[in-house]
């Protein structure tokens, strides 16, 4: 006989307080599962630990009203028709359920979130990126209504059981679809604050984009393409050079070419329209500018001071 590729849920025992619920969880993908709890809050401790401990969890409340206070954080409450996502990492949460509780979670190891997270998210400093961010300071929580197709998955799922092969298939189909949905939402889309925080990998971009600036010197520059170069985006490649080079990226790029083209004088005895081609001034008297505002003379000045 042929195994059945897909998997049948298993009864796993989850504590709740002093209390054990009863349910079926399901593991379509290694580090990914879904599990569903129906339970009356009456016969739960009135608050005990969240009793999840997965890099995240995704939970999809179809009736009765869930609330988890988090450190640095404080309560959030969720209610029937709704569904948050939460990171713990090493903290803890308090939680409480109110009500004939009817949930299902999707629950991701840090392997499989950052499977979901895209360049794109990272550079965007996307809450979805935070999830998974090595220097993120306190849990995680974020909430959002259940759209009518979340809704509908979510439901299919509650009343499926994984008796058949072809039921077995649904669940799968449905749980991948329903966290592609999630996943995807504006939610976890949008950068969560005004001013993102500099990471480690983001000052590596910093230094990496300086490092593009000398070498190119003579090319015309956008910070639309600096910031391309240096997978980081506009905003953080702003504020980055701000706060670790004390000026502005343009300003930092004058500064060296000065720099070079000052290099530049001390040897072989070029034209001043030679040393302004080769940092990019394609105007002699914008570069001659330029040079007496860094240094405080004029390049023949300059020349001739360094002749005696």
Request: aromatic fraction near 10%; proline fraction near 4%; hydrophobic fraction near 35%.
């Amino acid at each position: 006989m042929i195994a059945c590729p897909f998997k049948s849920p298993i009864s796993i025992s989850t504590c709740f307080g002093h209390s054990q619920i009863d349910s079926w969880r399901f593991d379509p993908r290694p580090g990914l599962s879904y599990s569903k709890f129906q339970f009356e809050s009456k016969y739960l401790d009135d608050k005990h630990l969240w009793p999840f401990d997965t890099f995240t969890q995704i939970v999809f409340v179809l009736r009765g009203k869930v609330t988890i206070s988090l450190p640095d954080v404080g309560k959030r409450t969720a209610k029937s028709g709704g569904w948050f996502a939460i990171s713990l990492n090493s903290w803890e949460a308090i939680s409480s359920f109110s009500g004939e509780i009817n949930m299902g979670i999707i629950e991701c190891s840090s392997k499989i979130w950052k499977g979901l997270t895209s360049e794109q998210d990272t550079l965007s400093h996307t809450q979805k990126a935070c999830f998974s961010c090595s220097q993120r300071m306190k849990p995680i929580f974020v909430k959002n209504p259940l759209d009518s197709r979340t809704s509908e998955l979510a439901q299919q799922l509650s009343r499926l059981d994984g008796t058949s092969a072809s039921n077995r298939l649904m669940i799968e189909a449905k749980v991948l679809e329903l966290l592609a949905t999630t996943s995807d939402s504006s939610l976890l889309n949008n950068s969560p604050e005004t001013e993102p925080c500099i990471r480690d990998v983001d000052q590596d971009a910093l230094v990496a984009a300086a490092a593009y600036l000398e070498k190119n010197l003579a090319e015309s520059h956008s910070l639309n393409a600096v910031s391309r170069e240096a997978r980081l985006n506009e905003f953080k490649l702003k504020k980055g050079f701000r706060e670790h080079f004390q000026t502005t990226v343009f300003g930092y790029l004058r500064q060296k070419c000065m720099e070079h083209a000052r290099k530049l004088f001390t040897s072989n005895s070029p034209t001043v329209l030679e040393v302004a081609n080769a940092v990019g001034y394609s105007n002699p008297s914008h570069f001659s500018r330029a040079f007496r505002e860094t240094f405080g003379l004029n390049p023949r000045e300059f020349v001739s001071k360094l002749s005696r």
